[in-house]
């Protein structure tokens, strides 16, 4: 797909599943709390963790009632949600960002989540300072496809063309589609969390859709 960019051109990200796979931030929060709680146990239990994932199991529930620790659910749930996580860019995003680094186009992203959670994935891809603006739902104080949320970007750089890139077809696309925004939705590789409803009404559905940002060849213009 062919993605005109100018200097009036805005790129506006999600996050998870969009940029990274989330299913590697739930991998490195159970690696980190397998590390905590093996001192306890005498025992790493991530890949017990992650069968039990698999199973559709409340994982953090059933190894506190299986082992004897200290560490409870809560803390657990804590420690996935605030950790510094290990996961990386594939080399098609790191040459997207590169790309678009190097020409100076402004970028945005608009994530649901708690911003030190939202943050510490930005950080840990390396992309964190690349960005104009960040809109995260526990910050902002709503959710998408609240317009809000994308009327924000609107109201503070007016006269911008806006690309919205995303994955959730339920909530991502809904709110730019209306605001006649440029969206374009990376399809789902069988590794995302929350799967895709492609039998969704039109409105819901983005104008384009990519397999991952290999797809997405940028032209340069001057107009």
């Known amino acids: ?7 009036n051109t805005f790129l506006v990200f999600d ?11 739930l991998k490195s929060a159970y690696r980190h709390i397998a590390f905590l709680l093996e001192e306890d146990l005498d025992d790493y239990i991530y890949e017990e963790m992650i069968e039990l994932y698999e199973e559709g199991a409340s994982t953090f529930d059933v190894i506190k009632e299986k ?5 409870s659910v809560k ?3 804590h420690e996935y949600r605030y950790h510094l996580p290990t996961i990386s860019l594939n080399r098609e995003t790191e040459l997207l960002f590169e790309e678009l680094k190097s020409k100076e186009v402004m970028m945005g992203v608009i994530t649901d989540g708690r911003g030190e959670s939202q943050r510490n994935k930005l950080h840990a891809l390396g992309i964190l300072d690349l960005f104009e603006d960040l809109i995260i739902s526990g910050e902002f104080g709503s959710e ?9 970007y ?3 750089y007016p006269n911008k063309s806006f690309t919205y890139i995303g994955d959730n077809f339920k909530k991502d696309f809904l709110s730019p589609n209306k605001l006649a925004w440029r969206t374009i939705g990376i399809l789902d590789n069988g590794q995302n969390i929350h799967k895709q409803d ?3 009404s039109a409105e819901f559905l983005p104008q384009h859709t990519i397999k991952d940002f290999s797809e997405l060849s940028l032209k340069f213009s001057n107009s």
Not at 15 to 25: N, S, V
Not at 67 to 71: A, L, S, V
Not at 144 to 152: L, V
């Open 15 to 25: 996050l998870d599943d969009t940029l990274y796979k989330e299913i590697d931030f």
């Open 1 to 7: 797909m062919d993605l005109i960019i100018n200097k």
């Open 67 to 71: 082992y004897d620790f200290e560490m």
């Open 144 to 152: 998408k496809p609240d317009e809000a949320n994308f009327k924000y």
């Open 75 to 77: 803390e657990m749930v």
């Open 154 to 156: 609107n109201n503070k």
């Open 198 to 200: 492609l039998g969704l």
